[in-house]
């Protein structure tokens, strides 16, 4: 699996569909969708594949989008990729990117599929990337942000509007400076008054506490009036975050699912073996901070958990910081000069080290299931998740700060 998809909650249920390879855990079949509902982002049960690569538009695979609730109708927008055979270089010749929009009563039955925009209704200086429509509603109209890769190898943003779903105008392009040279899964939101870009770059200069990963993942602060962008903030510094997705729970609170997978890293995931690959971070409101930095909560009351379920650690400091260490299994968490840094041994099947700066840690929340380990920092602040795969119930253990044990693991 990668990128969550379609995120809504629509008439008492949760949906949670994703990009699905089935039969190939290395991701070499077509992308379908494949579909989770759940009641309360707790508890998800699988209800199959939805979307497979069936019509001439989405023949190579129904790719990522998002999904709409109005006036009691899931309304879902996707990508169908398609390539031609042929000599091609795929990036500006022999690749569609096909927008598709599909309606259902119920979440479950989908309607016909129906090709909204192509590749001939993108500027000029689009490449044929052009992919991963979000859609939201905003005072009665219809709006989209696409990810794309221009001509001369910049990622940008389009934006579309439409007072019909089924027609759709091209408004206009988001791009920053040296931001690498495609921005996949864009997100508009609104959090505390405040309007924000997501988008996941590729091609950005790796460096030592800046875009660590082979591909990145942030968000931007977005001036509505002049379709500006800040300075890129990162969602994530763990080894395994992309292509996040957000929305409105029943609450009214926004929530972030990501992919816990990174594509083209160096490092591997054992569970190929056994014919699957990947998963998805636990749910995470978000809520701004007063410097308009994003923080990121995990929907986890982890007192709730018993012993037998995913265990936490919570830790305090109050004193003076001195360097401390913490230690989950082969994993090591480690607070030095104003640095926090995790590392794996062979459990991290070849992650080697990713680095947060942050002059104090106030607290830690660490959720560590049999295979993730998601790491919250300063109420959120700074998130590390990460994949490792230990061969036992990794232990924990402190040193230099204390914690509190809520719940252990043991499947
Ligand atoms: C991001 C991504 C999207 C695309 C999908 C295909 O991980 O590359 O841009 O729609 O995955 O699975």
Same mark, same amino acid.
């Given at each position: 699996?990668?990128?969550?998809?379609?995120?809504?909650?629509?008439?008492?249920?949760?949906?949670?569909?994703? %990009? =699905?390879?089935?039969?190939?855990?290395?991701?070499?079949?077509?992308?379908?969708?494949?579909?989770?509902?759940?009641? !309360?982002?707790?508890?998800?049960?699988?209800?199959?594949?939805?979307?497979?690569?069936?019509?001439?538009? !989405?023949?190579?695979?129904?790719?990522?989008?998002?999904?709409?609730?109005?006036?009691?109708?899931?309304?879902?927008?996707?990508?169908?990729?398609?390539?031609?055979?042929?000599?091609?270089?795929?990036?500006?010749? #022999?690749?569609?990117?096909? /927008?598709?929009?599909?309606?259902?009563?119920?979440?479950?039955?989908?309607?016909?599929?129906?090709?909204?925009?192509?590749?001939?209704? =993108?500027?000029?200086?689009?490449?044929?990337?052009?992919?991963?429509?979000?859609?939201?509603?905003?005072?009665?109209?219809?709006?989209?942000?696409?990810?794309?890769?221009?001509? !001369?190898?910049?990622?940008?943003?389009?934006?579309?509007?439409?007072?019909?779903?089924?027609?759709?105008?091209?408004?206009?392009?988001?791009?920053?400076?040296?931001?690498?040279?495609?921005?996949?899964?864009?997100?508009?939101?609104?959090?505390?008054?405040?309007?924000?870009?997501?988008?996941?770059? %590729?091609?950005?200069?790796?460096?030592?506490?800046?875009? /660590?990963?082979?591909?990145?993942?942030?968000?931007?602060?977005?001036?509505?009036?002049? =379709?500006?962008?800040?300075?890129?903030?990162?969602?994530?510094?763990?080894?395994?975050?992309?292509?996040?997705?957000?929305?409105?729970?029943?609450?009214?609170?926004?929530?972030?699912?990501?992919?816990?997978?990174?594509?083209?890293?160096?490092?591997?995931?054992?569970?190929?073996?056994?014919?699957?690959?990947?998963?998805?971070?636990?749910?995470?409101?978000?809520?701004?901070?007063?410097?308009?930095?994003?923080?990121?909560?995990?929907?986890?009351?982890?007192?709730?958990?018993?012993?037998?379920?995913?265990?936490?650690?919570?830790?305090?400091?109050?004193?003076? %910081?001195?360097?401390?260490?913490?230690?989950?299994?082969?994993?090591?968490?480690?607070?030095?000069?104003?640095?926090?840094?995790?590392?794996?041994?062979?459990?991290?099947?070849?992650?080697?080290?990713?680095?947060?700066?942050?002059?104090?840690?106030?607290?830690?929340?660490?959720?560590?299931?049999?295979?993730?380990?998601?790491?919250?920092?300063?109420? #959120?602040?700074?998130?590390?998740?990460?994949?490792?795969?230990?061969?036992?119930?990794?232990?924990?253990?402190?040193?230099?700060?204390?914690?509190?044990?809520?719940?252990?693991?043991?499947?």
């Amino acid at each position: 699996m990668n990128d969550p998809n379609g995120l809504c909650f629509f008439e008492g249920l949760y949906h949670v569909f994703f %990009q =699905y390879s089935p039969g190939s855990a290395d991701g070499t079949t077509k992308r379908c969708w494949g579909h989770f509902v759940s009641p !309360d982002l707790k508890w998800f049960e699988y209800k199959g594949i939805v979307f497979r690569p069936d019509i001439p538009e !989405d023949s190579d695979g129904a790719f990522s989008g998002s999904a709409v609730v109005k006036d009691g109708k899931m309304h879902i927008f996707y990508t169908g990729n398609v390539e031609h055979p042929g000599n091609y270089d795929y990036i500006n010749e #022999g690749r569609e990117g096909n /927008q598709i929009h599909v309606v259902s009563p119920d979440g479950f039955e989908m309607s016909p599929k129906k090709v909204i925009l192509k590749n001939r209704d =993108y500027p000029d200086d689009c490449s044929c990337h052009v992919r991963d429509p979000k859609v939201w509603i905003e005072d009665g109209k219809w709006k989209m942000v696409l990810g794309a890769r221009t001509k !001369d190898d910049r990622g940008e943003v389009l934006f579309f509007e439409a007072a019909d779903p089924d027609d759709w105008h091209f408004v206009r392009s988001v791009t920053a400076p040296d931001m690498g040279y495609m921005w996949e899964c864009p997100d508009l939101f609104e959090l505390g008054g405040k309007t924000f870009l997501a988008v996941c770059p %590729q091609g950005l200069d790796h460096e030592e506490f800046k875009y /660590q990963n082979t591909f990145s993942s942030g968000y931007f602060s977005f001036d509505r009036d002049n =379709y500006s962008v800040s300075d890129l903030e990162e969602f994530d510094y763990g080894f395994d975050f992309y292509a996040p997705q957000t929305f409105l729970d029943a609450n009214g609170d926004r929530i972030l699912i990501g992919w816990m997978g990174m594509g083209d890293s160096r490092y591997s995931n054992p569970t190929t073996s056994l014919g699957w690959q990947h998963c998805l971070t636990i749910p995470r409101r978000l809520e701004l901070e007063e410097d308009g930095r994003i923080c990121q909560i995990p929907l986890v009351d982890y007192c709730e958990y018993k012993e037998g379920e995913p265990f936490a650690v919570v830790l305090d400091q109050n004193e003076e %910081q001195g360097p401390f260490t913490i230690c989950v299994g082969d994993a090591v968490l480690r607070f030095e000069n104003e640095v926090l840094s995790l590392s794996f041994g062979s459990s991290g099947c070849g992650r080697d080290i990713r680095k947060v700066r942050c002059s104090r840690i106030r607290d830690l929340k660490i959720l560590v299931d049999s295979s993730s380990l998601e790491i919250f920092i300063n109420g #959120g602040r700074f998130v590390m998740s990460s994949r490792f795969y230990p061969d036992n119930i990794p232990s924990v253990e402190c040193c230099g700060c204390s914690a509190d044990i809520a719940g252990i693991l043991c499947s």
